[in-house]
């Protein structure tokens, strides 16, 4: 009889992308897990796109690789919007699947956020960087992570729809 040998803990994964959108728009795109293990990438990546200098117009957080968020990346939403408001940037969700969609109807943050509908497509960037939440312990990726996106596209949608 062989030993059992223990389960490695499933470390999820938080990838962003900074891209630029037309006429200082910043895209900031969000694939994974957004929750208390991964916010400080997620909160990174916000922070940089809200500082960035010359200063943005707008932050879009690109909400289509979002697999999943908990209430500590939602957290990590509200505070980067409240930071972005307070420097006169204005603020907005893309693209939120379903679970995003519920979490915010059934918190009510849909009321406080500008959500718009259609996925972003940013203007080709010189420069794209993307950041990278820990892989499991055994090295590999989080087997439900998407692949990195690829640093291309096109404009950025501007059809917002607010809620209120």
Avoid: K, W
């Avoid at 490695?8 to 900031?28: I, S, Y």
């Avoid at 995003?100 to 259609?118: H, P, S």
């Amino acid at each position: 009889m062989q030993p059992v040998q223990p389960v490695q803990p499933v470390q999820p994964v938080l990838r962003t992308a900074h891209r630029n959108g037309p006429e200082g728009v910043r895209v900031v795109e969000v694939a994974g897990d957004a929750d208390m293990d991964t916010t400080a990438p997620l909160r990174t990546a916000l922070h940089r796109a809200v500082g960035a200098r010359p200063a943005p117009v707008a932050v879009v957080v690109d909400c289509s690789g979002l697999e999943f968020c908990a209430a500590a990346g939602l957290n990590v939403l509200l505070r980067s919007r409240e930071a972005a408001l307070a420097a006169g940037v204005d603020f907005r969700l893309a693209a939120p699947r379903r679970q995003m969609r519920q979490l915010l109807r059934l918190t009510e943050t849909d009321r406080v956020f500008t959500v718009d509908r259609a996925r972003p497509t940013v203007v080709p960037a010189e420069h794209g960087t993307t950041a990278y939440a820990p892989p499991r312990r055994n090295g590999r990726p989080h087997p439900t992570a998407p692949p990195a996106p690829p640093v291309h596209g096109g404009t950025i949608a501007a059809d917002p729809v607010r809620r209120h």
